[in-house]
């Protein structure tokens, strides 16, 4: 079969591969319908994720059809429509226990990552059981795409703000993962949303759709005095940070109101600094973290019940065959992607 593989630094390519057989009674084999292209795959590919291994296939996004179970999967059945989970977790260990998979003591981020992943014809998914959800009837593929991984971002952010209704909620970056913040955030009972980012038609997109009702360009506004006018002088309750830029941490906390929740979804490529003197007396909290995304059953049933969408993340489908066309578009800035969808015949 065809896959996608992180060939060295800044290099892929797409090779020829055995396809994956059942290594282990937890394990789900899935035919990909459709996958997708993540900014981590970037972030790997550029050498900035220590534990992704040279030759492994890339992608943890993606939603397919059970072709061969293990015997001790107990949820699934072949055939099944399943959407992914972009983290691999037992279910069992201490961690998991608690919700907190992403520091399952038996998993963590491995698919597409230290071990092959969804770009490819073919998957193994270890632990399926937790690691899969059945897509309800009435959700075509496309609607489940981004559900274990972009979408559980996006909650993931605002739920470790832990949204309340009214508050006061700034999301930087109107990226895909910004754009579910919003969206979870207002099923969460959000007042004020706030967008900001340095891209003007991602910022167009977050106010049309009504994800935000007020937007920043910090290119082109000063995002603290906008901020405190829109909220008593207050400040923000709620700060998710999902951009990932060079000055976007410094900004997060400075828009907070005192005690309020900073959450940084963003996953840097260079150390930040915590000014703790300026800061100090602010009483913050600091929130960070790869997503804990458990809540996929439940995000596929807010799909189903329309207080979610992910489609309008779909700005192009691509053949799987070129899906080294496909990286090229999304990488580049220029062509002002969200996301990409790949389909298989
Ligand atoms: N924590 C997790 O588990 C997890 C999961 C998925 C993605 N991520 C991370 O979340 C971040 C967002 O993901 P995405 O897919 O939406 O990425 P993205 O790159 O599409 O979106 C980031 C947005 O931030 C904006 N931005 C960049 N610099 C800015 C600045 N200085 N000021 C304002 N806006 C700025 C960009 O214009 C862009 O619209 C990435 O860092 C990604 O790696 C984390
Ligand atoms: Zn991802
Ligand atoms: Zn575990």
């Not at 992914?84 to 977790?89: L, V």
């Not at 309020?260 to 703790?276: C, D, F, G, K, R």
Request: charged residues 20%; hydrophobic residues 40%.
């Amino acid at each position: 079969m065809k896959a996608l593989i992180w060939k060295d630094l800044h290099k892929i390519e797409l090779v020829e591969k055995p396809q994956p057989s059942i290594q282990h009674p937890h394990d789900a084999i899935v035919k990909v319908t459709l996958s997708s292209i993540c900014t981590s795959d970037l972030h790997i590919i550029n050498g900035a994720v220590p534990n992704a291994k040279i030759g492994t296939t890339l992608g943890h996004e993606f939603v397919g059809e059970i072709v061969e179970l293990g015997e001790s999967v107990k949820n699934l059945s072949l055939g099944d429509r399943v959407s992914a989970n972009c983290e691999t977790f037992c279910g069992e260990c201490y961690f998991c226990k608690q919700g907190f998979i992403n520091n399952c003591q038996n998993g963590g981020w491995q698919l597409g990552c230290s071990i092959d992943g969804c770009q490819a014809e073919y998957v193994r998914v270890p632990f399926a059981d937790t690691g899969l959800t059945k897509i309800p009837d009435s959700l075509s593929y496309e609607n489940a795409l981004f559900v274990g991984d972009i979408l559980s971002s996006g909650y993931f952010g605002a739920e470790l703000c832990g949204v309340k209704q009214g508050d006061n909620v700034a999301v930087i970056g109107c990226g895909p993962v910004g754009i579910c913040t919003m969206q979870c955030a207002r099923a969460m009972g959000a007042g004020k949303i706030i967008g900001i980012d340095i891209n003007a038609a991602r910022l167009e997109l977050v106010k049309t759709k009504g994800y935000a009702d007020i937007t920043i360009n910090p290119k082109a506004q000063d995002v603290l005095l906008t901020l405190k006018e829109a909220t008593d002088n207050k400040g923000v309750d709620c700060v998710v940070e999902a951009a990932g830029g060079k000055d976007t941490f410094q900004t997060a906390w400075q828009i907070a109101r005192p005690n309020a929740v900073v959450a940084i979804v963003a996953m840097y490529e260079e150390n930040q600094t915590l000014p703790l003197p300026q800061m100090y007396g602010k009483n913050l909290i600091f929130k960070t973290g790869g997503v804990d995304a458990v809540h996929c059953a439940k995000l596929l049933k807010m799909i189903e019940d329309k207080k979610l969408s992910t489609d309008v993340l779909i700005s192009r489908c691509f053949d799987f065959q070129d899906i080294e066309k496909a990286y090229a578009y999304f990488a580049d800035k220029n062509s002002n992607c969200l996301k990409i969808a790949l389909k298989y015949d």
